[in-house]
């Protein structure tokens, strides 16, 4: 017998691809990775996720919050597969089958199914703009209702429901928190924290209904849920209702089984079902009569599920003592234990309304055993050990409230806090990472920054509260090899690049294709992905105008229709009015266009143009041409408009001639791409009437000339542009507005407004190369001059040249 033969592997299949799930598969790896072939089935089409609610308010992408790529699998050969869900255990037989027929067999299976968001049961509740903030599909949801609708409701003032709210109000709309309880978090909170939460987030924008019992929700005359009724007769307008009410264990498939459940997958303290090969963890597993749904319980029960999969069968879970350290817009939470306090215990209390500190310690024979902290939580991992160890904290009382650098080290300042923490203590509660944990990582895999604490621990990597921790731990371990963070990050996942090297290079090798900058900077992925290949378009052609390909395919979907596409998959269309003048021709053309195309709907917009909604792809060359306008690039990341005032030529107060300087302005630079939309605006006197303000630059005029104003934004975040020059002369303004876009245009990255752009490089910056540097102001106004002059109308190439005809042709079915 040959003795080499390797034992056969046994089966593993993972019903549920979150994160608890995935957390048991990293620690199977690290005690026997070669013991299974592990199959992973997940129902959503992606990856392991982190939380959602920084895609939702637009901080991050969905690539961000991956927390294992695609790549993960494949390295420790296991087989994803997504979108798929397994609807039935045959337990016999020992196999899962999916909604499509797949069968596959075990032996051994881990359900982490999760759970599912609870949907209050009353009437409207199956109406379109219902949903709740669960997953992907859902944030998706609430991105595309926030550009087209106005109120938003949430239901539920727990921290799903803040943070989808915070979400929604930075998406711009205007956003009801409901809420049943008298205060908000009442599960983490106390009523003075929640008090100075509340009013936090009342001076955002954010509005409350507290006390309130939802009714119904009205259907409108479009079908879509228009309002939200209370049982007390009061009503609020919502053309959105998000429910963030709550979870249950999805227990759907453990039950058709066969498999014990009440209040979840029954499980015993080895994470085992009421079938030994069948092991269930995560946010569908009851362990002792309680569903868990942190982080830090959930990843307790995965170490021990792996331990036992691994066939150590050494581990037990006992439940767990759990914590709360979370950040709520911006603002760090701490709570652990009975916070609330009651018969029997004693309070500290420490408030400071004003400067948004609120602490709260109680105490019952001599132990800590519950608080709750506002604004101030970086002790809060040392209060949850003395908590959770039941340590006697008589002698710590007199200077318990002001922390652990005060209890035990008094008179020594700067105690450095990582120092002092045991290996125990949790750092990170989104990812329950203990100081252990990131120094184990640090010493093992040689890791300097804290990049790489993020990538190989997850520590700091959701909601950030624990950065500077982190940071502690790592400058303390690594010592004289530690690396702060870099300011720069690469592009995305497909290089490790900076949008800065990368631009470098595209200059310094004359590198004229998409394909030349991913060969020669030898890109991770072969074609690149969305991220990347958009901002690699914009490079090539501003850096190389007239000699770079443009690549059409590597241009947003507005960009290569030259028309803004809308939510019914017509188009809007608007014609270019330079500085907001039209003449009764255009006016007469326009008219007719919208009657000969049966274009249904015409609006003024803001920015002094007129747009018409509902076209078909395959008339725009048509509308085009008989418009016979210049494109207004209203659709592309591109100079949009330059609003005017009527100025000196009308108005009685007007000092200057602000209509003729914006003619000039928008004739000289229409034709321009930029890493984003770009907007002017000139106001011929103080008074503004252009607003001036919050354009990516404003000119006002004076009785001694213009004043020049950048980098203002009137977008979700209103920015006031900064002062940047008096000139006197209008061919001046014509410079340096020149001088500065290009600036702008060469170094700023893609997607970035000109407010972020001055924001990472200063003001200072920005007036040394315009203002201080004479021959490179006039360099950079020349290197954009030449650049408009190889640009051409998009429109009128589009209704004069054949090679694009195809682009509009209808498919025919």
Same mark, same amino acid.
């Given at each position: 017998?040959?003795?080499?033969?390797?034992?056969?592997?046994?089966?593993?299949?993972?019903?549920?691809?979150?994160?608890?799930?995935?957390?048991?598969?990293?620690?199977?790896?690290?005690?026997?990775?070669? !013991?299974?072939? +592990?199959?992973?089935?997940? &129902?959503?089409?992606?990856?392991?996720?982190?939380?959602?609610?920084?895609?939702?308010?637009?901080?991050?992408?969905?690539?961000?919050?991956?927390?294992?790529?695609?790549?993960?699998?494949?390295?420790?050969?296991?087989?994803?597969?997504?979108?798929?869900?397994?609807?039935?255990?045959?337990?016999?037989?020992?196999?899962?089958e999916t909604a499509d027929g797949m069968r596959v067999g075990y032996d051994r299976l881990l359900l982490a199914t999760g759970s599912n968001p609870f949907?209050?049961?009353?009437?409207?509740?199956?109406?379109?703009?219902?949903?709740?903030?669960?997953?992907?599909?859902?944030?998706?949801?609430?991105?595309?209702?926030?550009?087209?609708?106005?109120?938003?409701?949430?239901?539920?003032?727990?921290?799903?429901?803040?943070?989808?709210?915070?979400?929604?109000?930075?998406?711009?709309?205007?956003?009801?928190?409901?809420?049943?309880?008298?205060?908000?978090?009442?599960?983490?909170?106390?009523?003075?924290?929640?008090?100075?939460?509340?009013?936090?987030?009342?001076?955002?924008?954010?509005?409350?209904?507290?006390?309130?019992?939802?009714?119904?929700?009205?259907?409108?005359?479009?079908?879509?849920?228009?309002?939200?009724?209370?049982?007390?007769?009061?009503?609020?307008?919502?053309?959105?209702?998000?429910?963030?009410?709550?979870?249950?264990?999805?227990?759907?498939?453990?039950?058709?089984?066969?498999?014990? /459940?009440?209040?979840?997958?029954?499980?015993?303290?080895?994470?085992?079902?009421?079938?030994?090969?069948?092991?269930?963890?995560?946010?569908?597993?009851?362990?002792?009569?309680?569903?868990?749904?942190?982080?830090?319980?959930?990843?307790?029960?995965?170490?021990?599920?792996?331990?036992?999969?691994?066939?150590?069968?050494?581990?037990?879970?006992?439940?767990?003592?759990?914590?709360?350290?979370?950040?709520?817009?911006?603002?760090?939470?701490?709570?652990?234990?009975?916070?609330?306090?009651?018969?029997?215990?004693?309070?500290?209390?420490?408030?400071?309304?004003?400067?948004?500190?609120?602490?709260?310690?109680?105490?019952?024979?001599?132990?800590?055993?519950?608080?709750?902290?506002?604004?101030?939580?970086?002790?809060?991992?040392?209060?949850?050990?003395?908590?959770?160890?039941?340590?006697?904290?008589?002698?710590?009382?007199?200077?318990?409230?002001?922390?652990?650098?005060?209890?035990?080290?008094?008179?020594?300042?700067?105690?450095?806090?990582? &120092?002092?923490?045991?290996?125990?203590?949790?750092?990170?509660?989104?990812?329950?990472?203990?100081?252990?944990?990131?120094?184990?990582?640090?010493?093992?895999?040689?890791?300097?920054?804290?990049?790489?604490?993020?990538?190989?621990?997850?520590?700091?990597?959701?909601?950030?509260?624990?950065?500077?921790?982190?940071?502690?731990? !790592?400058?303390?371990?690594?010592?004289?090899?530690?690396?702060?963070?870099?300011?720069?990050?690469?592009? /995305?996942?497909?290089?490790?690049?900076?949008?800065?090297?990368?631009? &470098?290079?595209?200059?310094?090798?004359?590198?004229?294709?998409?394909?030349?900058?991913?060969?020669?900077?030898?890109?991770?992925?072969?074609?690149?992905?969305?991220? /990347?290949?958009?901002?690699?378009?914009?490079? !090539?052609?501003?850096?190389?105008?007239?000699?770079?390909?443009?690549?059409?395919?590597?241009?947003?979907?507005?960009?290569?229709?030259?028309?803004?596409?809308?939510?019914?998959?017509?188009?809007?269309?608007?014609?270019?009015?330079?500085?907001?003048?039209?003449?009764?021709?255009?006016?007469?053309?326009?008219?007719?266009?919208?009657?000969?195309?049966?274009?249904?709907?015409?609006?003024?917009?803001?920015?002094?143009?007129?747009?018409?909604?509902?076209?078909?792809?395959?008339?725009?060359?048509?509308?085009?041409?008989?418009?016979?306008?210049?494109?207004?690039?209203?659709?592309?990341?591109?100079?949009?408009?330059?609003?005017?005032?009527?100025?000196?030529?009308?108005?009685?107060?007007?000092?200057?001639?602000?209509?003729?300087?914006?003619?000039? !302005?928008?004739?000289?630079?229409?034709?321009?791409?930029?890493?984003?939309? +770009?907007?002017?605006?000139?106001?011929?006197?103080?008074?503004? /009437?252009?607003?001036?303000?919050?354009?990516?630059?404003?000119?006002?005029?004076?009785?001694?000339?213009?004043?020049?104003?950048?980098?203002?934004?009137?977008?979700?975040?209103?920015?006031?542009?900064?002062?940047?020059?008096?000139?006197?002369?209008?061919?001046?303004?014509?410079?340096?507005?020149?001088?500065?876009?290009?600036?702008?245009?060469?170094?700023?990255?893609?997607?970035?407004?000109?407010?972020?752009?001055?924001?990472?490089?200063?003001?200072?910056?920005?007036?040394?190369?315009?203002?201080?540097?004479?021959?490179?102001?006039?360099?950079?106004?020349?290197?954009?001059?030449?650049?408009?002059?190889?640009?051409?109308?998009?429109?009128?190439?589009?209704?004069?040249?054949?090679?694009?005809?195809?682009?509009?042709?209808?498919?025919?079915?």
């Amino acid at each position: 017998m040959d003795m080499n033969i390797p034992a056969k592997k046994m089966k593993l299949v993972m019903v549920g691809n979150g994160m608890a799930g995935v957390r048991a598969l990293e620690e199977l790896l690290k005690l026997a990775p070669d !013991l299974y072939d +592990v199959t992973v089935f997940g &129902a959503e089409p992606h990856p392991n996720y982190n939380r959602l609610s920084p895609v939702l308010a637009g901080e991050q992408t969905v690539d961000d919050i991956v927390l294992n790529p695609l790549d993960w699998y494949s390295e420790n050969n296991i087989t994803l597969h997504v979108g798929k869900k397994v609807v039935k255990i045959d337990r016999n037989k020992r196999e899962v089958e999916t909604a499509d027929g797949m069968r596959v067999g075990y032996d051994r299976l881990l359900l982490a199914t999760g759970s599912n968001p609870f949907i209050l049961p009353v009437p409207g509740a199956d109406l379109p703009g219902v949903i709740s903030f669960r997953d992907i599909a859902d944030v998706d949801a609430m991105v595309q209702a926030s550009s087209q609708y106005q109120h938003a409701v949430v239901i539920g003032g727990g921290l799903l429901g803040l943070e989808a709210a915070n979400g929604l109000m930075k998406r711009g709309m205007q956003v009801s928190v409901v809420h049943i309880g008298p205060w908000l978090m009442e599960r983490q909170l106390d009523e003075p924290a929640a008090r100075l939460l509340q009013k936090s987030l009342e001076e955002k924008g954010m509005k409350f209904l507290l006390q309130k019992q939802t009714a119904e929700l009205v259907r409108g005359e479009s079908g879509r849920v228009c309002a939200i009724k209370f049982k007390d007769g009061d009503s609020a307008p919502a053309d959105l209702v998000v429910m963030a009410v709550g979870i249950r264990p999805n227990t759907e498939l453990a039950e058709s089984s066969g498999l014990h /459940c009440n209040r979840g997958i029954v499980v015993s303290d080895t994470m085992q079902t009421f079938d030994p090969r069948i092991y269930s963890v995560g946010e569908c597993a009851a362990h002792r009569g309680i569903a868990y749904g942190l982080v830090a319980p959930l990843f307790e029960q995965a170490k021990v599920v792996a331990n036992h999969l691994a066939q150590h069968g050494i581990s037990r879970y006992k439940g767990s003592v759990t914590s709360t350290k979370l950040k709520v817009t911006g603002i760090d939470l701490f709570s652990a234990g009975d916070f609330m306090g009651g018969e029997g215990t004693e309070s500290i209390l420490y408030s400071d309304p004003i400067g948004g500190v609120y602490k709260k310690l109680v105490i019952k024979d001599n132990k800590l055993v519950g608080g709750v902290m506002y604004g101030d939580t970086v002790d809060g991992a040392w209060y949850f050990s003395l908590l959770r160890d039941g340590k006697n904290v008589n002698e710590l009382r007199d200077h318990l409230m002001f922390g652990q650098d005060h209890c035990g080290n008094l008179g020594h300042s700067g105690i450095n806090k990582a &120092a002092s923490m045991t290996d125990d203590m949790e750092v990170c509660g989104c990812n329950g990472v203990c100081k252990g944990d990131i120094v184990k990582a640090i010493r093992e895999k040689g890791l300097f920054t804290l990049e790489d604490v993020r990538k190989h621990t997850k520590a700091s990597s959701s909601c950030g509260s624990c950065t500077g921790l982190v940071e502690q731990i !790592l400058a303390t371990t690594a010592g004289g090899d530690y690396s702060a963070t870099p300011k720069t990050k690469s592009m /995305c996942g497909c290089t490790d690049h900076t949008h800065e090297e990368v631009r &470098a290079s595209i200059r310094q090798n004359k590198l004229l294709t998409i394909p030349q900058v991913q060969t020669f900077m030898e890109w991770n992925t072969p074609n690149g992905c969305a991220s /990347c290949r958009t901002a690699l378009n914009y490079y !090539l052609i501003s850096t190389w105008p007239g000699e770079a390909e443009d690549d059409p395919q590597s241009r947003f979907i507005n960009e290569r229709a030259h028309a803004n596409i809308q939510k019914d998959g017509t188009y809007s269309v608007i014609p270019r009015m330079f500085g907001g003048q039209v003449t009764p021709g255009e006016l007469r053309r326009i008219a007719d266009v919208v009657d000969k195309y049966s274009i249904p709907s015409l609006k003024v917009t803001g920015g002094q143009r007129i747009d018409m909604l509902g076209v078909k792809k395959e008339d725009l060359p048509k509308v085009w041409a008989d418009l016979d306008m210049p494109s207004g690039h209203a659709y592309g990341k591109a100079l949009r408009t330059v609003k005017t005032c009527v100025g000196s030529e009308w108005c009685r107060f007007g000092t200057q001639d602000s209509t003729k300087l914006g003619v000039d !302005l928008e004739k000289i630079f229409w034709k321009m791409w930029a890493p984003h939309k +770009v907007k002017l605006a000139v106001s011929g006197c103080p008074r503004n /009437c252009a607003e001036v303000a919050i354009k990516d630059v404003g000119i006002i005029g004076v009785d001694s000339g213009w004043e020049i104003y950048v980098a203002g934004n009137g977008g979700i975040k209103t920015e006031v542009a900064q002062f940047l020059i008096k000139v006197k002369t209008e061919a001046e303004v014509i410079e340096y507005t020149g001088a500065f876009l290009q600036l702008y245009r060469e170094e700023a990255r893609y997607l970035d407004r000109t407010v972020h752009y001055v924001e990472r490089v200063g003001l200072d910056y920005v007036k040394k190369k315009i203002l201080d540097d004479h021959e490179g102001r006039k360099a950079l106004h020349e290197r954009m001059l030449f650049a408009l002059s190889v640009e051409k109308d998009p429109w009128i190439e589009r209704t004069q040249e054949s090679k694009f005809a195809h682009e509009f042709e209808a498919l025919a079915v």
